[in-house]
């Protein structure tokens, strides 16, 4: 019974209070429909972002097959080094091996790569 009660003694609003609530409504609706928009916005960036190509293709030596040493055998290659070339130091990542050295009192860097047997850089440091 007391919950018919409390529906009845519920008055309508004053006329200045009834457009404070409606204005409150319509801007609930707009806000609400800002942010359902800003947030398919969103989900279409990630989606857009996923799936694109952005038409940069793999570097030439990543697309390359892996090099793969033969069991039991060790490889066997020679590095046509420049005449006079005096090695400073070699790395090795992969199948590429980097040679900085001199020759001529000029620095150079060479990469050698292993799969193919030749040096396919040669870089000639300078001083500015």
Same mark, same amino acid.
């Given at each position: 019974?007391?919950?018919?009660?409390?529906?009845?003694?519920?008055? +309508? $609003?004053?006329?200045?209070?009834?457009?404070?609530?409606?204005?409150?409504?319509?801007?609930?609706?707009? %806000? /609400?429909?800002? *942010?359902?928009?800003?947030?398919?916005?969103?989900?279409?960036?990630?989606?857009?972002?996923?799936?694109?190509?952005?038409?940069?293709?793999?570097?030439?030596?990543?697309?390359?097959?892996?090099?793969?040493?033969?069991?039991?055998? +060790? $490889?066997?290659?020679?590095?046509?080094?420049?005449?006079?070339?005096?090695?400073?130091?070699?790395?090795? %990542? /992969?199948?590429? *091996?980097?040679?900085?050295?001199?020759?001529?009192?000029?620095?150079?860097?060479?990469?050698?790569?292993?799969?193919?047997?030749?040096?396919?850089?040669?870089?000639?440091?300078?001083?500015?």
């Amino acid at each position: 019974m007391t919950h018919l009660d409390d529906e009845q003694d519920e008055k +309508p $609003l004053d006329p200045a209070m009834e457009n404070v609530r409606r204005k409150m409504i319509k801007l609930q609706m707009v %806000s /609400g429909g800002i *942010m359902a928009v800003m947030f398919l916005a969103v989900l279409v960036a990630i989606g857009y972002k996923l799936t694109r190509d952005d038409g940069r293709s793999a570097p030439a030596a990543t697309v390359a097959q892996p090099f793969a040493v033969p069991s039991g055998q +060790p $490889l066997s290659l020679t590095a046509d080094l420049p005449a006079g070339f005096r090695v400073l130091s070699t790395s090795l %990542s /992969g199948s590429q *091996m980097l040679i900085l050295g001199e020759a001529e009192g000029v620095k150079k860097t060479l990469v050698f790569d292993l799969s193919l047997g030749r040096i396919i850089a040669d870089v000639t440091l300078s001083e500015k």
